[in-house]
Every structure is written in structure tokens, then in C-alpha cells.
């Protein structure tokens, strides 16, 4: 008990005095509005590894029991409905495994309870299907949902809205929205049961921490070392070893993340690289955000990269604009204004898909680092590209490396 209200006084001292916000993550990026008009009263939100470019969504409390497709620039992909499932009030959604291998699932939050009415809450998990960020919005069913019923362990009926699954494990956390945020975790993650069946699981309470406002949407990185959590005015972010459990990581004080505050926004996910996460907002058509994370063109004294390496671009489709990463190792001739550093001639080039230069994003000696560089999908006069593949080429030394990416308008 005391060590709980010695962290918390810390985390309101934190909160109260820190006036400058981590330096990891930059300036908001508006992707585009939502097409869909089914999509009224946005809450949770994630972004899709087995579908590149799509991200699913749902309704809140009273919606129809189906979660919504979109691409990256907002274009509505369809919307699918979950045969078997309720909506009573749907609160937030994640992706993670599950019983089949290699294969994505996708898990919501059923858990919402402002009144303090019910005593039992659910989980629904269903394997993700493949959406193609082409093609037009469809209305179709999925089958095979699956659902964990538990409650928690002092038998209150708290009101939770952020959902997290451990990619490392499997293991489900559900958050509180309280005054003092909790967070719970399924003792027994594996027990999701076929629709109708109603075997009652009790979750353990994992940790305790403390906002200025109340928790409202929960997310865990692709890679299981990063966590994020979000309220009314602040994001919230964590680093984690592979080799600690989530209650160590949220044991300490955490960043706060830039974060403009949208109106009932309820949503927050990281992007499938880490390169920035997502946040949109309730209301018909939201916008959806996205905060890059930066990286400067400075060595950075934490991370020294072995090889050469370029990553593909994110988001991908993109409009209006996308993020391509690359790393340069310890390689080429002393750098004379970096003693003991070393530096590459890079260049970073931009071509259609016949191969004509369309935009030099970078052309200059490079010390050893990671590097991130952002395209606003113009060429090098600052016109507007047209849709299209495109490629982008990096040239370091003797290392060239090509991938393709889509600009969609």
C-alpha cells in the first residue's frame, strides 16, 4: 500500500511539472476522413499485420454487432459481421495469435459498463480475414467467433474500455476507465469458448497506476516491447524488455507522447513497424491521425546498426504522405566533422514505375545511425504525384536496395 501511494504521488508530480513531452515522436499527421457512413460512434481502433494498410474498427455501445474495414486514407473496405457475437457495449479491439499458428486474430472488447450493471463481461476472439486495401466495401459475415466470459475479482462491476493482447504470450489485459486506472489480466488467456457456452473466467489484477483522467484505450506493439495507453488529454508510453512480464514494464513512470486531444476520442494503436501510432476519434466521418516516430539524422549514441538496411515504407498505400526507414552501420571513411565516427556518400531517390527520377529525398554523407525520412508523394518541382506504384532506391557505398509502395488519391 505505500509503495502504491508513493508511486502514485510521483506520477501526479510527473504529470503535474513535465512540461516537455518525449522528443521520440512528432508533429500529428492528418491521413485523411473516414468514407464509411456506418462508422458513427468510433471507440477502438488497430491496425492489420496480415492486411497492410487496413485498420478495423466498430461502433460503441448499441451498435450493430460488425467491425468496419478502412485503408489507411480512410476509404471504406466493407463491413463484417460477427455471427454469434453481442454487441452490449463494445469498448476497444486488438489483434494478436491464437490457437492456429502463424494466423492473426482479432479480439474486442465487450466490456463497456457506465451504469455499473453488469456483473459479467466479455471477450470476442475471431480470425482476421483478408482485405485487400482495392477493393470495394463489402457486407459479409464471419463465422467461427469465439468468447471469454469472465468478471472480476472482487465482483464489482467496473467500466473498462482498453483491450490489450501480449504478442509474446497470448496474454489478454483488459483496462479500467477509473479514477485510479487498474489493469486486469486473464488468468487462464486460453480459455475463449464456442458462442453459446458460458464458462466464467476470473481475472487477477495485474497493476495499478494513476492519471490525471481516466483510461480510455490500450495498446501493445507488434514486437511486445512497447505499450501505450491513452485518456481524454494525454498518451501514455512504456518500453519493455522481452524478458519482463507487462506488470514490470507498467511499474514505471511512463512518457507522455504528443497528443492533440480529438473530441471523444476512444481510439489509439500502434503502426505494425512501430514507426508511430494512430489515433482517431467518435463521430460520423473522424479523421484518423498518426504521430511518426523521429528519428534524427544525428549518430544516435544508444543504437549502432550492424548492416545496411531498408525498410518498407508506412503506412503503405499512403495519401498523403509516408515513412520510409534505413539504417547505416559502421562503415566507409572518417567523417571529418564527427571525429571517431565514420560516414556513407547515401543517396535516397524516388522513381516511377519506368524508372524515370521523380524525387531525391537524400543525397549527402550519413554517420552511422537509423535514419527516417518522410514523403509527402511530391516531385522534386513540389507537384503532387499521380496514383500509382512507385519505387524508392537507397545507394549507400556499395549497398542498393529497391522496394516498391502505392500512392493512392
Keep these: 500500500m505505500q509503495n502504491t501511494i508513493i508511486q502514485t504521488i510521483i506520477l501526479i508530480l510527473v504529470f503535474t511539472f513535465t512540461t516537455v513531452l518525449s522528443q521520440e515522436f512528432g508533429s500529428r499527421i492528418d491521413m485523411g476522413t473516414i468514407e464509411s457512413n456506418e462508422i458513427n460512434e468510433a471507440s477502438g481502433i488497430e491496425a492489420s ?19 468496419y474495414a478502412f485503408s489507411t486514407t480512410g476509404k471504406d473496405l466493407g463491413s463484417y459481421k460477427i455471427n454469434g457475437s453481442s454487441n452490449v457495449d463494445w469498448e476497444d479491439i486488438s489483434i494478436g495469435p491464437g490457437p492456429k499458428e502463424n494466423e ?42 469465439t468468447r471469454l466470459v469472465f468478471q472480476y475479482p472482487d465482483g464489482k462491476k467496473y467500466n473498462a474500455e482498453g483491450l490489450m493482447i501480449d504478442p509474446l504470450n497470448n496474454d489478454v489485459y483488459v483496462v479500467l476507465k477509473d479514477d485510479i486506472t487498474r489493469v486486469f489480466r486473464a488468468t487462464k488467456p486460453d480459455s475463449f469458448h464456442w458462442v453459446p457456452d458460458w464458462i466464467i473466467d476470473t481475472l487477477e489484477v495485474v497493476d495499478t497506476l494513476v492519471f490525471r483522467s481516466k483510461a480510455n484505450a490500450a495498446d501493445i506493439s507488434d514486437s511486445g516491447e512497447e505499450i501505450l495507453m491513452k485518456d481524454d488529454n494525454f498518451v501514455y508510453h512504456w518500453y519493455r524488455d522481452n524478458s519482463e512480464s507487462v506488470s514490470e514494464a507498467l511499474a514505471r513512470i511512463p ?5 492533440i486531444k480529438e473530441p471523444n476520442g476512444e481510439g489509439i494503436c500502434w503502426a505494425p513497424d512501430s514507426s508511430g501510432y494512430f489515433t482517431f476519434s467518435e463521430g460520423l466521418h473522424p479523421h484518423l491521425y498518426f504521430y511518426p516516430r523521429i528519428i534524427t539524422n544525428v549518430l544516435n549514441e544508444e543504437i549502432y ?7 518498407q515504407n508506412y503506412p503503405n498505400p499512403f495519401n498523403p504522405s509516408t515513412t520510409i526507414n534505413y539504417s547505416i552501420p559502421s562503415v566507409g571513411t572518417k567523417h571529418p566533422a564527427n571525429t571517431g565516427q565514420v560516414a556513407s556518400s547515401v543517396e535516397l531517390i524516388i522513381y516511377d514505375i519506368l524508372g524515370h527520377e521523380i524525387a531525391t529525398l537524400v543525397n549527402q554523407e550519413q554517420v552511422s545511425g537509423n535514419y527516417q525520412v518522410l514523403w509527402d508523394g511530391k516531385n522534386d518541382n513540389g507537384v503532387k504525384v499521380s496514383s500509382g506504384v512507385y519505387l524508392y532506391r537507397l545507394k549507400a557505398g556499395s549497398f542498393i536496395s529497391t522496394k516498391k509502395m502505392m500512392f493512392l488519391q
Design 49 to 67: 499485420s496480415k492486411n497492410p494498410g487496413v485498420f478495423w474498427t466498430f461502433n460503441d455501445s448499441g451498435g450493430e454487432n460488425k467491425i
Design 104 to 145: 492473426y486474430y482479432i479480439y474486442i472488447g465487450d466490456f463497456g459498463d457506465n451504469g455499473g450493471k453488469r456483473t459479467y463481461k466479455s471477450i470476442y476472439r475471431i480470425l482476421e480475414p483478408l482485405v485487400d486495401t482495392l477493393q470495394s466495401p463489402v457486407d459479409t459475415v464471419l463465422e467461427g467467433v
Design 255 to 259: 512518457k507522455v507522447l504528443p497528443y
Design 305 to 311: 546498426p550492424s548492416k545496411f538496411k531498408l525498410e
